[in-house]
Structure formats: structure tokens, C-alpha cells
């Protein structure tokens, strides 16, 4: 790649972020964080009582149109909640895609389970599916019981966990259907998509359970934080009893009736996301002009694609994403970007690439090794009053 090529793309970065050091995405505190998170000091509700941890969750229900919403400590131990109110048990396998962040993979892995890699498509970077009708047809079967089972190891596929990359909603309709068709959960790793539609339906609610994280780095914060969104409020009422040491309510007395989890939000974190979602239709909409900026740009750049949403969805373009001609170019781009201060990143390592994930089970990948070879991350942070 000729660095006068790459100098251009700094240049309408800057133009876009401007001088100095620019990172992918910095969170932005323009409304009552400082109110909010003062209240808690005040009153000294900062910890695990206190009004903004039911604030937030109704708010996130009203946004998402999630029957209801469960507040916790990040997007993993959401994802953890998730998959255990999903059914997946010890033994069992989850289908999901290796083109995720590693916390995906962990969460199946802390339940007992091992992931099963169905490939993703190439223009929305999320699972494919095409390959996962494919890979169920070809490669299971039912028992007696009723169970879907791998058909060489006869272990139980107990759920399905789509991923949409980069706040890019996946054909989660299609992998809803099929899923509804073989009687798979779906719980969605919304984590990087919290502001992202599909056909006018947040993503996240397309099964019984979604996953959004509100981690730093994420569209909104709360420092940390995650929350989980289900469809069915019984089934929330019951995750929310796990999340918070499966405490029975009592005025003073402490009785447990299972083994919970401290995965609660603190009250200060959900104080600061609850100003930050007063914002998010704002961000996402001036995150959406950076994109349009970037999208006009790369189009007058014939060997380089620059990833966007599919027609029926609205995307929150958490971060935006192109594609160089192959690795050597990803590498040089990323070299030269990141001497000039300008923060740039490739795709994760591929889930099936790393030493704990190596043997599990995968559908062909080769659009997730295509990806992997070319994807680059540039940055991508709300920028209120762009010129
Ligand atoms: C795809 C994906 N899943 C899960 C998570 C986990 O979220 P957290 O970092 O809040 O635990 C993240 C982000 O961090 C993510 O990008």
C-alpha cells in the first residue's frame, strides 16, 4: 500500500477528529452524569441500593421494547446470566460465530459448554445464516428425548449466539427463524449494538434473551456494566434473582434459596448510564454523520471497502470498519496509522485461533479468516458538532 494512500486516510480522520493523539472511541459526558452521580454521593447510595439501577432497567426496557431488562456488573456476567436462564448446562454446545470478542466465548465456557464456530457473512461480519442452516441440516440430529445433538459427539446444542460485529446487525430475522424451527434459544450478543435496529426491532430482542454491554469503550457507558434484555418478564424476574446472591427479600434477614451471583450494577454506574441513554438517540445520530463522511470518502478509494449496514437496518456504527486489498496492506495501515496517532486495530484473533477454543467443533470459516486478514478498525468516537 503507497504511504501517500494511507497519509490521505489520516488526513480525513483529522479532519473528522482533529489534532493530537486520537483514540478509536472515547466515552462523552455532555449531560447529568455529574447530577446523577452526585445524587448517589449525597446520599450515599453508591453501591448496591438505590432508584438509577430500576431507572436504567426501565429505561432500557422503553428503548429496546425488552418486557424486561436486568441491570449487571458488565457484558460478560450479562452474557454468563443469559445463557444460564437459556438452559445451557454443563456438556452442551453453543453455536456462535469466531469473529466475536473473546468474552462471547467465555461466557459459554463459564456454563460448562463448548462454542461451535459457524462462519459469518462477509458484508455484515455476523453469523451466516446460510451456514448455520447448512451446518444444522448436515450435522445433527434429535434424539428421543426431543434434544438436538451434534451428530459425532452426541452432545446437546443448547443455544445460539449471533454477534453483531461492530454494532452492524446481522440477518438476525433469518437466524431467529431458524432457530424458532429447530427449537434453539437464541440469546443475541448485542454487546457492541445497544442503539443498532433491525427492520425497526432493537437488536437484542429478536429471541428471548439479548446481551448489551456498557463498557467504556462501548457507543454509552457506565464505567462497567452490562444488562440483559428479555422478552418474557417472569424469566428476567428470575435472572434478577440470580444476579443478586438469589437473596430471598427480607427486611433483616438473610436467606439464599441457590447458589446466585454478585453481578449487580452498582448504583453509580447505572446513575451515569442513565444519563448517558438520555443521549443515545444523539450519539448514534452523530455517529451515523461520521460514517456518511467516511463512507463518501472510501468510495472514491477503489481497493478499499468500507463496511456498511444492510438496507432494513439502522446501525449505531459503533466502530467503523474497512477492508484493506490483504494482510500485508492491513499491516502496513495499521503501522503507519498508529506511529501518527491515529489509533487503529484488526479484527480479534478468530475465536477457533486461540489455544483454549482450537478443538471445538466450526463450519468452514473462510469468510471469518477473509475478514480476519483485512478488517481494520479507525476511529470512531461521537463527535457532537461536526463541520
Ligand atoms: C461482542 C462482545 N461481547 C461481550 C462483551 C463483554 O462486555 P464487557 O466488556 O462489558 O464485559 C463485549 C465487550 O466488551 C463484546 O464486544
Known sequence: MKEKEIDDIITIIRKIYGEGFIPLHAPLF?????????????????SSVGKFVDRIEEMMSEYTGAARCVACVNGTSALHVGLMMAG??????????????????????????????????????????EVLRQWLES??????DGSLVENTTGRRI?????????????????????????NIPLVEDAAE????????????????????????????????????????????????????????????????????YNYRMPNINAALGC????????????????????????????????????????ANYWFNTILLPGREERDEFLERTNDNGVMT??????????????????????????LAERAVNIPSGVILDLK
Open 345 to 370: 486495530r484488526p479484527l480479534w484473533t478468530l475465536m477457533h485461533r486461540l489455544p483454549m477454543f482450537r478443538d471445538c467443533l466450526r463450519s468452514d470459516l473462510s469468510n471469518s479468516e477473509y
Open 193 to 260: 449494538s445497544i442503539g443498532s435496529f433491525y427492520k425497526g426491532k432493537h437488536t437484542g430482542t429478536f429471541g428471548d434473551i439479548g446481551c448489551v454491554s456498557f463498557n467504556g469503550n462501548k457507543t454509552i457507558t457506565t464505567g462497567g456494566g452490562g444488562m440483559i434484555l428479555f422478552r418474557d418478564k417472569e424469566l428476567g424476574d428470575r435472572a434478577k434473582h440470580l444476579t443478586t446472591q438469589a437473596k430471598v427479600p427480607h427486611r433483616w434477614e438473610f436467606n439464599h434459596d441457590m447458589i446466585g
Open 30 to 46: 455532555v449531560g447529568n452524569e455529574k447530577k446523577y452521580i452526585n445524587e448517589c454521593i449525597d446520599t450515599t447510595f453508591v
Open 139 to 144: 450435522n445433527t440430529h434429535r434424539t428421543a
Open 275 to 314: 444519563a448517558q441513554l438520555e443521549n443515545l438517540e444523539r450519539y448514534v445520530e452523530a455517529k451515523r454523520k461520521v460514517t456518511a463522511r467516511y463512507a463518501d470518502f472510501f468510495s472514491r478509494q477503489s481497493d478499499i471497502e468500507f463496511m456498511t449496514e444492510l438496507p432494513e437496518s439502522r
Open 88 to 129: 445451557v448446562r454443563d456438556g452442551d454446545l453453543v453455536l456462535t460465530q469466531p469473529v466475536s470478542f473473546i468474552a462471547t466465548c467465555n461466557a459459554i465456557s463459564y456454563c460448562g459448554a463448548s462454542p461451535l464456530f459457524i462462519d459469518v457473512d462477509r458484508d455484515t461480519m455476523g453469523m451466516s445464516p
Open 158 to 182: 443448547a443455544a445460539c449466539v449471533p454477534m453483531h460485529t461492530f454494532g452492524i446487525p446481522c440477518r438476525i430475522d433469518e437466524i431467529t427463524e431458524i432457530c424458532t424451527q429447530y
